[in-house]
């Protein structure tokens, strides 16, 4: 069974800490993705990776960084975090290259900063 | 600008019936368009992927159409059960990443 896993499903985190979210996928993947979500807004992308070391702006990368040093792993690093950061983050994987395949996603992360 | 519309407001209807939801896209030319589902608290789970060169797409239940020249695509869910009661998201395929519509939430009564 594929499975894209995230380090933690629910996350509170003060203002001004360094927050990072994890995400593991087991298959093979060369295309790993992070969105966050939120109500009316649906979903955003904030970075996306093709290939290990490799990394893509999205739609809303300002106050967030990402690191993939192995294929499978793929993390988001919130530098000072802000409360409006707060949100769903869900990570995804899918396919390889330009070839658009669908996208596993994992169970999301509900991150609150106070 | 660029936009994916989805109908914000929730479907309602009978067990039986079929629904139709719609996602509207202006100033995109995607390859690709996809449709997922997503239950509360749950991460998008995968449910069909049309090509611009098709037309219609079945999956036991469901039909995807695209049609690219009113840049619509109508998704369609026959004989409906509540267990198909969840938001529905359409996304598409621009580059290496997708764009996703805010989504539609259809309630299926018993």
């Known amino acids: 069974d594929v499975k894209v896993t995230q380090s933690s499903r629910y996350l509170v985190k003060r203002t001004g800490e360094k927050v990072f979210l994890e995400c593991v996928q087991d298959?093979?993947?060369?295309?790993m993705f992070w969105y966050r979500q939120d109500p009316g807004l649906g979903l955003r992308l904030i970075y996306f990776?093709?290939?290990?070391?490799?990394?893509e702006k999205g739609d809303i990368p300002e106050g967030y960084s990402v690191s993939r040093e192995k294929k499978e792993r793929f993390s988001l690093i919130l530098e000072s975090a802000s409360t409006n950061q707060t949100s769903m983050y869900l990570c995804?994987?899918?396919?390889?290259?330009?070839?658009?395949?669908?996208?596993?996603f994992g169970p999301g992360t509900r991150l609150t900063v106070l | 600008s660029q936009k994916i519309e989805q109908n914000s407001e929730a479907l309602n209807i009978q067990e039986g019936k079929t629904a139709t939801l719609t996602c509207n896209y202006t100033?995109?030319?995607?390859?690709?368009l996809q449709w997922y589902r997503q239950d509360p608290g749950r991460g998008p789970v995968f449910l069909l992927l049309?090509?611009?060169?098709?037309k219609e797409k079945r999956k036991e239940r469901l039909k995807v159409t695209f049609d690219t020249t009113l840049k619509q695509s109508l998704f369609h869910i026959t004989a409906s059960q509540p267990a198909d009661s969840a938001t529905y998201l359409c996304?598409?395929?621009?580059?290496?990443?997708?764009?996703f519509g805010s989504g539609t939430r259809l309630q299926v009564q018993p």
């Open positions: 298959m093979d993947h060369e295309n």
């Open positions: 990776s093709y290939d290990v070391k490799m990394k």
């Open positions: 995804a994987s899918g396919g390889s290259g330009r070839i658009h395949h669908e996208q596993f």
């Open positions: 100033n995109y030319s995607p390859a690709y």
């Open positions: 996304a598409l395929a621009l580059g290496r990443a997708l764009t």
């Open positions: 049309i090509r611009e060169n098709e």
